[in-house]
């Protein structure tokens, strides 16, 4: 059992258990947290499961563990590990099941006091138009070669289909299309599954949320962004549905066949992994990258079908519709990058899961429009609290591997939560306050309680005092859509 005596104080935010803690640790496991937040990270397996971690074969740097951190399958949700190529490790666990999870920012030319009379019309349209829950199909049903196309072009194949723009392109991470997907390495159970489900957000934390802009921090940045108080803007929080889902449990059960003859030790099967040079760990990347250019394709249609809504809804009114893409960025997902480690520029795979790419000002990988203040970092909090624009920093690369943290992370297990509140009770709390809820499922509202996260302000406190990312803009919620 690991306890606060087990760590070591780096910093006013940052915590290490140092390699000497257990004979089989490669690297150290560093926690960005406050004194409470790590207290609570502390009562789960989560700081547990990043010690496990330190010992994944060609490890590099420290294990990591961002703010809202809890605890995973293997991996914490909230952890970054990278390995070095060619010869270290990739595991599906450390990357998760929700193969790029992810959110995308849009932004409108309204302001919430000419959007309040047609609220509630609004989130009706949106809830009809973006199909949420379990299972849930959408409009969209691809063929097996439209599927092809979906796997190995992402959003292009959205632009290619006239529901994508190409500034929506532009401002996605990776263009939204990872160059090394291999089609061919999803399973027919994973196309499947996803089959009819382009285009839908799916249940649990997964969500469409229309926000106000309360404030703005970073002036320079903001304006980068397009973004103003007062204004509103549109969140959007999804992934791979049930094709990443089937490519993750696909390797996961290939990996744990096949370990053995890796010659791999690991204290925890679920961290089940294979050399990045391996036909298996090939394999798995070409699967998992596939996987990712579904969820930026799925995040692109939801995004063509929630400017619909704005247009049945405000055109009649006279009002301006468009939505305008700030930023989609991936949190759970594996990234071939460049950094430097131990004073060396090295090739490694960064696995984040639960945690955002947030690089600094003047990465090449940054867009033109945002260079000269850094990526942009989506930091959902939960419905009825504040959400979070950031832009990355130097510290990001220096210490992070140009990760920050991605939600406020939860403080309450789903099954905890549901028994502390009903969610026909929160729908009606939330409504008072003034905040529109669609919801196909009470018990699914129920798990996604406020009270169930982190305080998602400590959260940015944490990220922003070490120089990872700053705070650029507050979002607050008006009508939230759910599963």
């Given at each position: 059992m690991i306890t606060l005596k087990n760590l070591e104080r780096i910093s006013p935010y940052v915590w290490e258990i140092p390699k000497s803690y257990r004979a089989d640790m490669r690297v150290p496991a560093r926690v960005y947290a406050s004194k409470t937040l790590l207290e609570k990270a502390l009562t789960d397996k989560s700081i547990e499961q990043l010690v496990n971690a330190a010992t994944l074969p060609g490890i590099v740097g420290y294990?990591?563990?961002?703010?809202?951190?809890?605890?995973?399958?293997?991996?914490?949700?909230?952890?970054?590990?990278?390995?070095?190529?060619?010869?270290?490790?990739?595991?599906?666990?450390?990357?998760?099941?929700?193969?790029?999870?992810?959110?995308?920012?849009?932004?409108?030319?309204?302001?919430?006091?000419?959007?309040?009379?047609?609220?509630?019309?609004?989130?009706?349209?949106?809830?009809?138009?973006?199909?949420?829950?379990?299972?849930?199909?959408?409009?969209?049903?691809?063929?097996?070669?439209?599927?092809?196309?979906?796997?190995?072009q992402g959003a292009h194949w959205c632009l290619k289909r006239g529901l994508a723009t190409q500034h929506d392109v532009i401002h996605t991470e990776e263009g939204g299309r990872l160059q090394k997907a291999a089609p061919g390495k999803v399973s027919r159970r994973a196309r499947d599954r996803g089959r009819d489900q382009i285009?839908?957000?799916?249940?649990?934390?997964?969500?469409?949320?229309?926000?106000?802009?309360?404030?703005?921090?970073?002036?320079?940045?903001?304006?980068?962004?397009?973004?103003?108080?007062?204004?509103?803007?549109?969140?959007?929080?999804?992934?791979?549905?049930?094709?990443?889902?089937?490519?993750?449990?696909?390797?996961?059960?290939?990996?744990?066949?096949?370990?053995?003859?890796?010659?791999?030790?690991?204290?925890?099967?679920?961290?089940?992994?294979?050399?990045?040079?391996?036909?298996?760990?090939?394999?798995?990347?070409?699967?998992?990258?596939?996987?990712?250019?579904?969820?930026?394709?799925?995040?692109?249609?939801?995004?063509?079908?929630?400017?619909?809504?704005?247009?049945?809804?405000?055109?009649?009114?006279?009002?301006?519709?468009?939505?305008?893409?700030?930023?989609?960025?991936?949190?759970?997902?594996?990234?071939?990058?460049?950094?430097?480690?131990?004073?060396?520029?090295?090739?490694?795979?960064?696995?984040?899961?639960?945690?955002?790419?947030?690089?600094?000002?003047?990465?090449?990988?940054?867009?033109?429009?945002?260079?000269?203040?850094?990526?942009?970092?989506?930091?959902?909090?939960?419905?009825?609290?504040?959400?979070y624009v950031l832009a990355g920093m130097p510290g990001a690369m220096e210490q992070t591997f140009g990760s920050a943290c991605h939600g406020a992370g939860r403080n309450l297990s789903r099954t905890a939560a549901k028994k502390q509140v009903r969610g026909e009770t929160l729908q009606q709390d939330l409504t008072r306050r003034g905040i529109r809820i669609r919801a196909g499922s009470m018990s699914g509202l129920a798990e996604e309680a406020p009270f169930a996260y982190k305080e998602v302000e400590e959260v940015i406190a944490v990220v922003q005092g070490a120089g990872i990312a700053r705070a650029v803009a507050r979002l607050e919620p008006l009508a939230v859509i759910k599963g």
């Open positions: 294990a990591i563990a961002m703010p809202d951190v809890h605890q995973g399958y293997g991996f914490p949700v909230g952890g970054v590990a990278a390995t070095r190529l060619p010869d270290g490790v990739i595991s599906p666990g450390s990357i998760g099941y929700d193969i790029n999870c992810g959110v995308r920012l849009l932004a409108s030319d309204l302001y919430a006091d000419e959007v309040e009379p047609h609220l509630d019309d609004l989130a009706a349209a949106l809830y009809h138009n973006c199909p949420s829950g379990l299972g849930k199909g959408g409009r969209y049903r691809l063929d097996d070669g439209e599927m092809d196309s979906v796997l190995a285009g839908t957000l799916g249940s649990g934390n997964h969500f469409l949320e229309v926000d106000r802009v309360a404030e703005t921090y970073d002036e320079a940045a903001a304006d980068a962004f397009g973004l103003r108080p007062g204004q509103v803007v549109l969140l959007i929080h999804c992934g791979s549905r049930g094709l990443g889902h089937q490519v993750c449990t696909d390797y996961v059960r290939d990996f744990q066949q096949a370990l053995a003859r890796f010659r791999i030790q690991l204290p925890d099967r679920e961290l089940v992994c294979a050399p990045l040079n391996s036909p298996e760990g090939e394999a798995y990347v070409g699967a998992m990258q596939a996987a990712a250019n579904f969820a930026f394709a799925n995040r692109q249609v939801l995004a063509h079908l929630a400017r619909e809504a704005f247009e049945q809804i405000l055109a009649p009114a006279g009002l301006p519709f468009q939505l305008r893409q700030v930023y989609d960025v991936a949190h759970n997902i594996g990234k071939f990058e460049q950094h430097v480690v131990d004073g060396k520029r090295m090739q490694v795979c960064v696995h984040r899961k639960g945690a955002t790419r947030a690089f600094p000002p003047g990465h090449d990988d940054v867009p033109a429009g945002y260079r000269s203040v850094g990526q942009p970092v989506l930091v959902p909090g939960s419905m009825g609290t504040a959400s």
